[in-house]
């Protein structure tokens, strides 16, 4: 069975640091673009950051600047690197993966989900 396992989640305060990890199993990873999204209480499901085929990435606005993507082929694993987070950034952030792509997509018609890992941004 396909799986997406996210770590790293956690409570920080606001100017601080946090690296999301997301590790996939049973997938060629190569032909999936892989991505973050979150979901703050009472919201809807945002994008954050995803990559493509070709190895760009793009960013949300509200973060650029401030969240970093990777990819590391030989682990088959995806990270969001954090960087002066501000309570707005409260959320359960999820990996998503999809053949098609991620970057101005509707999260609703994304093929793979992780479980989510909260991230919470103190003032």
């Known amino acids: 069975q396909v799986e997406l396992v996210e770590s790293g989640g956690g409570s920080v305060q606001s100017g601080g640091s946090l690296r999301l990890s997301c590790a996939a199993s049973?997938?060629?990873?190569?032909?999936?673009?892989m991505g973050w999204f979150r979901q703050a209480p009472g919201k809807e499901r945002e994008f954050v950051a995803a990559?493509?085929?070709?190895?760009?990435?793009y960013y949300a606005e509200s973060v650029k600047g401030r969240f970093t993507f990777s990819r590391d082929t030989a682990k088959n694993t995806v990270y969001l690197q954090m960087n002066s987070l501000k309570p707005d950034d409260t959320a359960v952030y999820y990996c998503?993966?999809?053949?098609?792509?991620?970057?101005?997509?509707?999260?609703?018609?994304?093929?793979?989900w992780g479980q989510g890992t909260l991230v919470t941004v103190s003032s």
């Open positions: 998503a993966a999809d053949r098609d792509g991620l970057n101005g997509r509707s999260y609703r018609y994304l093929e793979l």
């Open positions: 049973r997938l060629t990873f190569s032909t999936y673009a």
């Open positions: 990559d493509n085929w070709s190895g760009s990435v």
